[in-house]
Antibody, heavy 121, light 108 residues
């Protein structure tokens, strides 16, 4: 059974940093791209970032480029999102999701339950 | 960036009725790379349809997808109580992946 469990969310001040983790199980982790998607309260889903199966390719939405870094540790079956220079508009529930292929630009077949990030002073 | 527009914003229907949800893209979606997801409050989003018309594993056949180019449709033939949720389309035919704003299907 595929499981994705996010952690690392919390309250952080504007300009601060936070690192999210997503522990994956139930599939061969390094065979699949992974992605982060967020949802602000009362808003829709927004793609944030994706990473290829090897970690050699990383992709970002314009809204987070230069501030967020996606990475993965295939030996630990874990996906990360390092978020720096956080802004109030980054407040959202962050979901990790499994991509159906090694390449990032495909649909997402499994999702985690999400972790809440709140950026506020 | 491909912008996706969904209509209507809210669809109020009764169980047993047919739901037709629209997703329109600002430019043609390459290779029919369009998916639909169902999202309920407090839950993980769920993949329903991929590549325009393919049902994901375990999705009942009352859900169907169609369309091409810039116009796509998700149809729920007969609404079941568990189908009341928000539905999002997503395109993955361009390097910047995008979602539509969602259509809420609620109980009339």
């Amino acid at each position: 059974e595929v499981q994705l469990v996010e952690s690392g969310g919390g309250l952080v001040q504007p300009g601060g940093s936070l690192r999210l983790s997503c522990a994956a199980s139930g599939f061969t982790f390094n065979n699949y791209a992974m992605t982060w998607v967020r949802q602000a309260a009362g808003k829709g889903l927004e793609w944030v970032s994706s990473i290829s199966g090897s970690g050699g390719g990383t992709y970002y939405a314009d809204s987070v480029k230069g501030r967020f870094t996606i990475s993965r540790d295939n030996s630990k079956n874990t996906l990360y999102l390092q978020m720096n220079r956080l802004r109030a508009e980054d407040t959202a529930v962050y979901y990790c999701a499994k991509v159906v292929s090694y390449y990032y630009a495909r649909h997402f077949d499994y999702w985690g339950q999400g972790t809440l990030v709140t950026v506020s002073s | 960036e491909i912008v996706l527009t969904q209509s209507p914003g809210t669809l109020s229907l009764s169980p047993g009725e047919r739901a037709t949800l629209s997703c329109r893209a600002s430019q043609s979606v390459s290779s029919s790379y369009l998916a639909w997801y169902q999202h309920k409050p407090g839950q993980a989003p769920r993949l329903l349809i991929y590549d325009v018309s393919n049902r994901a594993t375990g999705i009942p056949d009352r859900f169907s997808g169609s369309g091409s180019g810039t116009d796509f449709t998700l149809t729920i033939s007969r609404l079941e109580p568990e189908d009341f949720a928000v539905y999002y389309c997503q395109q993955y035919g361009s390097p910047l992946l995008t979602f539509g704003p969602g259509t809420k299907v609620d109980i009339k």
